[in-house]
């Protein structure tokens, strides 16, 4: 099976750099997924990371290392509506995906 | 437009009433899935399908079936509902499993 930990809540300032990190244990590894959820709306994708390494896209920024079984997704230069939950997603074996519980991230003036 | 449509997006029902949901996408993706989310959990699997006429189980199928016996659809048919399903549901579908999803807007589902 697929087990996927992030942290539960997370604060920063309006302005900074901020890193979400997920660790994963699966079966199966077809690549890892990166989605924002704003509060009552359906998840948007972020990023998407199969091979080792950096993926850089404007202020976000995702990072895999699949040895480790890791991997953060990283938000600079914060803006008040980055405030949402981040989730984690790893699609395994046949095209089963499975998400983490996602990180509430709280932006602050 | 491209996109994942939803219906009914809320539904307030009662015990073992069986009812749809129905899940369409325009963007002829192979790929489609339905998920819950309850308060303060992830997104989690209930079934998902590869291709037509392939459908597959995903982490929480109990209580739930589906069908794909088209690309564009794939509703959630809940036979006997009971109150431990009332969550919020999203339909996505994506070109092929590797690839990012698109979510529907979700379909808020209160069982009595």
């Known amino acids: 099976g697929q087990n996927i930990d992030q942290p539960t809540e997370m604060t920063a300032t309006e302005g900074a750099i901020v890193q979400i990190n997920c660790t994963y244990q699966?079966?199966?590894?077809?690549?890892l997924f990166w989605y924002q959820q704003h509060a009552g709306e359906a998840p948007t994708f972020l990023s998407y990371?199969?091979?080792?390494g950096l993926e850089e896209k404007g202020r976000f920024s995702s990072f895999l290392s699949r040895s480790k079984g890791y991997s953060y997704l990283l938000l600079k230069e914060l803006q008040m509506k980055d405030s949402a939950s981040y989730l984690c997603a790893v699609i395994g074996n046949a095209g089963k995906s499975t998400f983490g519980d996602g990180t509430t991230l709280t932006v602050k003036p | 437009e491209a996109q994942v449509t939803q219906n009914p997006r809320y539904l307030i029902t009662v015990t073992g009433k069986k009812l749809t949901v129905t899940c369409s996408q325009n963007?002829?993706?192979?790929?489609m899935s339905w998920y819950r989310q309850d308060p303060g959990l992830g997104l989690r699997q209930i079934y998902y399908?590869?291709?037509?006429?392939?459908?597959d189980k995903g982490d929480v199928p109990e209580g739930y079936k589906v069908s794909r016996k088209e690309k564009r659809n794939f509703p959630l048919i809940l036979e006997s509902p009971s109150p431990n399903q009332t969550s919020l549901y999203f339909c996505?579908?994506?070109?092929?499993?590797?690839?990012?999803?698109?979510f529907g807007p979700g379909t808020r589902l209160t069982v009595l």
């Open positions: 399908s590869m291709n037509v006429e392939v459908t």
């Open positions: 699966t079966s199966g590894f077809n690549g």
């Open positions: 963007m002829n993706h192979e790929y």
């Open positions: 990371n199969v091979l080792d």
């Open positions: 996505a579908s994506s070109s092929e499993p590797y690839n990012e999803q698109f």
